[in-house]
Nanobody, 119 residues
Framework: QVQLVESGGGLVQAGESLRLSCTGSGLIFSINAMGWYRQAPGKQRELVAVITSGGSTNYADSVKGRFTISRDNAKNTVYLQMNSLKPEDTAVYYC?????????????WGQGTLVTVSS
């Protein structure tokens, strides 16, 4: 079955950096759009960044210029480099894989990794 496994979360101070990784198995990784979402306590899950199968990227306004999403299809892995972290970046970060062709689509989620940024 499909599995997405995130890693790299932790506790950092404001201004520091973290790199999250998400490795997929059981799917054709390269054809999926891969995204990072986050959910802070008491808030809805929100899109952080997405990278298409072709390598195009899109970011939430709140992270533009600080976060970078990338993928290594040979390793079935998507990364989120997070720089200049702020306390408001504290959340559980989830990896997502999406694929669609006509009426057929798939949508998978990882279990999440916690990022805590202290002030």
């Amino acid at each position: 079955q499909v599995q997405l496994v995130e890693s790299g979360g932790g506790l950092v101070q404001a201004g520091e950096s973290l790199r999250l990784s998400c490795t997929g198995s059981g799917l054709i990784f390269s054809i999926n759009a891969m995204g990072w979402y986050r959910q802070a306590p008491g808030k809805q899950r929100e899109l952080v960044a997405v990278i298409t199968s072709g390598g195009s990227t899109n970011y939430a306004d709140s992270v533009k210029g600080r976060f970078t999403i990338s993928r290594d299809n040979a390793k079935n892995t998507v990364y989120l480099q997070m720089n200049s972290l702020k306390p408001e970046d504290t959340a559980v970060y989830y990896c997502n894989a999406q694929w669609a062709l006509g009426a057929t689509m798939s949508d998978y989620w990882g279990q999440g990794t916690l990022v805590t940024v202290s002030s």
